[in-house]
């Protein structure tokens, strides 16, 4: 998606939401409680594709290229297994340890084909990992960043939006966890900093422009009897929007 209201080749603003439209988890499925819930893996697209209607709306003075990877996570004939080796399109191999571990295969190719549109930054939006409602609950979302000032700028914009956010560490240490001894990493780190290994995977495909991640899963929905999805992390993004369109 495309919105074009800044001025006339100036650089783009490129958010990225994770689309799993039903996650399963794969040949690595998921137990049946709360099952039904998994529609919500696509809360990061729909909350992009929200972006989208808010520029709109708002006619907002800039210049934003939206990008969805789009998938279900099922089991079937031709489905990913565990112990494959996948090439990406930046061309690093990653060794599937677990299916259930899928959105962070979409969205490095995501993060990868961002770099086209030379952006300004990117900031990517998933529903990624349950390791990171166990660190943060839902009223949090996690904020990873490979630039100091961009996630300083996304955090006091969540404060004043009532969409608040938590930095998480995006630290070298934790590499060692995705090693891989068939591929260049793993697509997972194991139980211990599990957002945080998940983030560093994706901070190896946004290397060339300012990046961050929101990982949404504790805020995106909540379940009982207010089942549903929350909208998070829409405010959020618009008014990181609003005061760039203001400053430009």
Same mark, same amino acid.
């Given at each position: 998606? @495309?919105?074009?209201?800044?001025?006339?080749? !100036?650089?783009?603003?490129? %958010?990225?939401?994770?689309?799993?439209? /039903? $996650?399963?988890?794969?040949?690595?499925? @998921?137990?049946?409680?709360?099952?039904?819930?998994? &529609?919500? $893996?696509?809360?990061?697209?729909?909350?992009? +594709?929200?972006? /989208?209607?808010?520029?709109?709306?708002?006619? #907002?003075?800039?210049?934003?290229?939206?990008?969805?990877?789009?998938?279900?996570?099922?089991?079937?004939?031709?489905?990913?297994?565990?112990?494959?080796?996948?090439?990406?399109?930046?061309?690093?191999?990653?060794?599937?340890?677990?299916?259930?571990?899928?959105?962070?295969? +979409?969205?490095?190719?995501?993060?990868?084909?961002?770099?086209?549109? *030379?952006?300004?930054?990117?900031? *990517?939006?998933?529903?990624?990992?349950?390791?990171?409602?166990?660190?943060?609950?839902?009223? !949090?979302?996690?904020?990873?960043?490979?630039? $100091?000032?961009? !996630?300083?700028?996304?955090? @006091?914009?969540?404060?004043?939006?009532? *969409?608040?956010?938590?930095?998480?560490?995006?630290?070298?240490?934790?590499?060692?966890?995705?090693?891989?001894?068939?591929? *260049?990493?793993?697509?997972?780190?194991?139980?211990?900093?599990?957002?945080?290994?998940?983030?560093?995977? #994706?901070?190896?495909?946004?290397? &060339?422009?300012?990046? !961050?991640?929101? $990982?949404?899963?504790?805020?995106?929905?909540?379940?009982?009897?207010?089942?549903?999805?929350?909208?998070? %992390? #829409?405010?959020? #993004?618009?008014?990181?929007? +609003?005061?760039?369109?203001?400053?430009?």
């Amino acid at each position: 998606m @495309k919105y074009e209201g800044g001025a006339k080749g !100036a650089k783009p603003i490129v %958010p990225v939401g994770k689309g799993v439209t /039903f $996650d399963t988890g794969g040949i690595s499925l @998921k137990p049946g409680a709360l099952l039904d819930e998994m &529609k919500y $893996d696509m809360s990061g697209a729909g909350s992009v +594709i929200g972006v /989208f209607k808010t520029l709109a709306q708002m006619k #907002l003075p800039i210049n934003v290229v939206g990008l969805v990877p789009a998938v279900e996570n099922m089991p079937g004939g031709n489905a990913s297994r565990p112990g494959d080796v996948v090439t990406s399109m930046s061309g690093l191999t990653v060794e599937i340890l677990n299916t259930d571990a899928e959105g962070r295969l +979409i969205l490095n190719d995501a993060l990868t084909y961002a770099e086209r549109f *030379d952006p300004v930054c990117v900031i *990517d939006v998933a529903t990624l990992t349950g390791a990171c409602v166990i660190a943060l609950g839902a009223h !949090a979302s996690g904020l990873y960043a490979n630039d $100091d000032a961009l !996630a300083a700028e996304l955090l @006091k914009c969540g404060i004043d939006a009532g *969409d608040r956010a938590w930095q998480m560490p995006l630290w070298e240490d934790y590499m060692p966890q995705l090693k891989s001894n068939f591929a *260049d990493m793993s697509n997972l780190g194991g139980p211990p900093g599990g957002s945080v290994t998940a983030a560093l995977f #994706l901070s190896k495909f946004a290397t &060339k422009y300012k990046w !961050a991640h929101l $990982d949404v899963a504790g805020t995106a929905s909540v379940g009982g009897d207010a089942k549903g999805a929350t909208g998070r %992390p #829409l405010p959020l #993004l618009a008014q990181f929007l +609003i005061e760039r369109a203001q400053a430009a």
